[in-house]
């Protein structure tokens, strides 16, 4: 199977190493870690590989100080309502059409199919983790930005919110997802929708999204407002304000 994905090309020998991972656990070589009663593999070979692995800007795949495990893992945070029944996405700010959608309405607009690697502040990636949904420059043109628009927050259940550029915003693999690896987001990983910002540490792409805000000025976020970096690029470790 061939995806599509944003910066690199598949690497046929990391999909084997993953597969062999599977038969031989017990010769594998890394950590397992624990979280809510599942178990979560960080590997020293997939780590390796994806080090020497250089994506199409010259970056290496794996950004310093990180280790590839080998799904996502669920970080937590205050769930909001996982119906999409219930689910509304507003889009708004500095924009001359502000709108909002239902599930149906959002699947109804062009849909993307984006294998993305994620990077976690807290030193684990996930390589080529597959994201169906909506581009974010999809929805950005349907709301027609005002000249003004800088910046964009993302807003989510209970206040949640995180913060990027224009200009980052509107790369080509930043989406709004509804379904992982060829299912539907699960609650935990923010069902029924999130954003994705794959080039920026994981904080920056919001669970239970409820809206997306374009803005003049910036407004640091949940965690950029408690430490952590306001930009939050993995290559440059911006991991701390
Ligand atoms: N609404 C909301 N989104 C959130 C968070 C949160 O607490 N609430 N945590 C962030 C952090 S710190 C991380 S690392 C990722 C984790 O996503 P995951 O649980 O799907 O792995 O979600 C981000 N999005
Ligand atoms: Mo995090």
Redesign the pocket.
């Known amino acids: 199977m061939k995806d599509e994905i944003f910066g690199y090309s598949v690497n046929p020998e990391l999909e084997k190493l993953r597969a062999r991972r599977r038969f031989i656990a017990q010769a594998a070589t890394g950590t397992v870690i624990t979280a809510l009663g599942a178990a979560y593999f960080l590997s020293d070979d997939l780590t390796r590989e994806a080090k020497a692995q250089a994506r199409k800007d010259g970056r290496p795949r794996l950004p310093p100080g990180q280790r590839v495990l080998e799904r ?7 769930p ?1 309502d996982p119906s999409p029944s219930n689910f509304k996405l507003r889009v708004h700010g500095e924009v001359e059409q502000p709108f909002e959608v239902g599930f149906a309405e959002l699947l109804k607009l062009p849909q993307a199919k984006l294998a993305l690697d ?1 990077h ?3 030193g684990w990636t996930v390589l080529g983790a597959k994201f169906e949904g909506v581009l974010l420059k999809t929805l950005a043109e349907k709301a027609k930005l005002k000249p003004k628009a800088r910046f964009v927050i993302f807003e ?3 206040g ?1 919110t ?1 913060n990027i550029s224009l200009k980052d915003a509107l790369k080509p693999e930043v989406m709004v997802t509804h379904r992982l690896n060829g299912e539907p987001l699960s609650r ?3 069902a029924p929708v ?1 954003n994705i910002v794959p080039d920026f ?9 409820t809206g997306i805000r374009f803005v003049e000025h910036d407004e640091p976020g ?2 950029e407002t408690r430490g952590y970096n306001n930009h939050a690029d993995p290559w440059r470790e911006e991991r701390y304000s």
Do not use: D, I, N
């Open positions: 996502l893992k669920p970080m937590g945070g205050q909001g994620v976690c502040v807290t989510a259940a209970h949640y995180s935990a990983h923010g999130r540490y994981f904080w920056k792409s919001a669970k239970w999204l949940y965690w």
